[in-house]
């Protein structure tokens, strides 16, 4: 039988599973918001986490928070950082607008067991959730101060890093197959020739350009809403706090974060989140482009176009024997698809900032830590068990570049584009080749067909 102990708060006394660190407020958050599955990502405790460390060590320096006490809830953070707590955060996204109960829960924990050390250590002081851990501060500037912090560690240690590595095997590709000369498709239907290098050369300058945009989008997180407290007043925080927590933060992080310099739009806008989202979105929609392209290549792999070959990672059918499928294509354009849906919503939720706060806080993060946690991963999965083994069927390649009917276009300087067309047209009707299609015309010789159709030269 679960053994519970009694937690108050301003409201009374609650029962709290006696085992767990939080008190009454989360234990209120717990039933009064049995909603979904989707609980507060671990990223957006931590930072928090890291939010209080940092407050802990500037209310000392202030002079308001006596040193054993900081030193208590210093431990207790880096702890906590350590994951040892994990299991004593399960508040649902679905609760207050603010993330108020999200902030209390790391404060509740925090404050309990800091003051079981101060026990251990015989000491009688005690730590309070609201008046120690949450000293100078409020959930309204909290909150969305370890919005920005989780949000920037996550891009730069994760999704950057798995981004690098699909543009490496990009880049080894395209140099692999630089001088592979292939069919140009444009409306899905032939066009001239390419290289299969240049080809990828595309995709490798999508996620540059991708990289360079997100990079440039995260820099509006450094702003922080820390020291505006209920309103962005400030009240009941030291004029510096805001400055002094954002140099500690860069600190232990190494990121430069910095106090907002209008702390009423920290409160009430998530205008940074939107556009570092949106930059999110547009390396999704590249990756659905690049995948994409990609199982059309490999289509086939004898009734289709069938000019890549895929890794078999698994059966691809439970009844056709030997079929292999695009399966991590099919993943990653999944994830593309969940990304632009929690583009949206982000959107929407950022539009709802009642005078002085956004009251979306909860959904608009869960969306954007999903949406890079989707993103690393399912780049990190095409990158290893895909792209990696990307081969050219260079048979198939070469039979594409013999039968098709846009070389004609390299005679347009000498023939003129309708004699072109005529030539085309009545290789396409008659099933033979340009060059025989072009002797029957008397526009071209055997001789000036093989001087001027010279796909290499057409790259």
């Given amino acids: ?15 709290v599973p006696a085992d767990k660190y939080w008190g009454a407020q989360t234990q209120r958050s717990r039933e009064n918001f049995q909603i979904g599955t989707e609980k507060m990502p671990l990223e957006v405790v931590y930072a928090l986490t890291l939010v209080k460390k940092a407050a802990a060590e500037v209310n000392h320096d202030l002079g ?50 800091a003051n079981d050390l101060l026990s251990s250590q015989g000491s009688k002081e005690r730590i309070h959730p609201n008046d120690d851990v949450n000293m100078s501060q409020s959930s309204n500037d909290t909150f969305p101060a370890a919005m920005h912090v989780a949000a920037y560690i996550k891009i730069t240690e994760k999704l950057i890093p798995a981004l690098n590595d699909l543009k490496s095997t990009l880049i080894t590709k395209e140099k692999d197959f ?37 990079k440039e989008s995260s820099k509006y997180v450094l702003d922080l809403a820390i020291g505006g407290t209920a309103v962005g007043t400030g009240i009941n ?27 009423f739009h920290a409160l009430t806008s998530h205008d940074e989140i939107v556009f570092l989202h949106g930059s999110i979105k547009a390396l999704a929609a590249d990756l659905m482009k690049i995948a994409n392209d990609i199982r059309w290549l490999a289509s086939g792999p004898r009734s289709g176009i069938g000019e890549l070959i ?22 990653l354009t999944m994830v593309a698809c969940q990304i632009f849906g929690n583009d949206s ?32 991963d399912s780049i990190r999965s095409f990158n290893e068990k895909c792209a990696i083994g990307i081969e050219a069927n260079k048979e198939v390649i070469n039979k594409h570049v013999e039968r098709s009917l846009m070389l004609v276009t390299a005679l347009n300087p000498y023939i ?44």
């Fill in 310 to 331: 895929i890794p078999a990672n698994e059966p691809g059918s439970s009844i056709m024997p030997g079929k292999v499928n695009p399966t991590q294509s099919e993943a």
């Fill in 237 to 263: 925080a030291h004029p510096q706090f805001g400055d002094k927590v954002a140099e500690k933060l860069t600190a232990y992080t190494g990121y430069p974060f910095r106090a907002s310099s209008n702390k």
């Fill in 345 to 376: 919503t982000i959107g929407f939720a950022a539009s709802q900032g009642n005078f002085e706060l956004n009251v979306f806080k909860p959904v608009i993060i869960y969306n954007l830590i999903q949406s890079i946690t989707l993103l690393t």
């Fill in 64 to 113: 308001k928070l006596e040193k054993n006490k900081m030193g208590a809830i210093l431990t207790v953070c880096d702890q906590t950082l350590k994951g040892e707590f994990d299991q004593h955060f399960p508040l649902a996204v679905w609760q207050t607008g603010s993330g108020t109960q999200t902030n209390m829960n790391v404060n509740e924990v925090i404050a309990n067991r």
């Fill in 1 to 15: 039988m679960e053994k519970f102990r009694l937690e108050k708060d301003t409201l009374g006394e609650v029962q």
């Fill in 178 to 214: 630089m001088n592979l000369v292939k069919i140009g498709r444009t409306h899905l239907q032939d066009a001239t020739p390419i290289t299969l290098g240049q080809e990828i050369s595309g995709w490798r300058a999508m996620l540059e350009k991708n990289e360079s945009m997100i």
């Fill in 416 to 459: 003129g584009y309708e004699k072109a067309a005529e030539i085309a047209k009545l290789a396409f009707k008659e099933n033979c080749t340009l060059k025989e299609a072009a002797e029957k015309t008397g526009y071209v010789t055997p001789n000036q067909f093989d001087e001027w159709i010279k796909p290499n030269n057409m790259v």
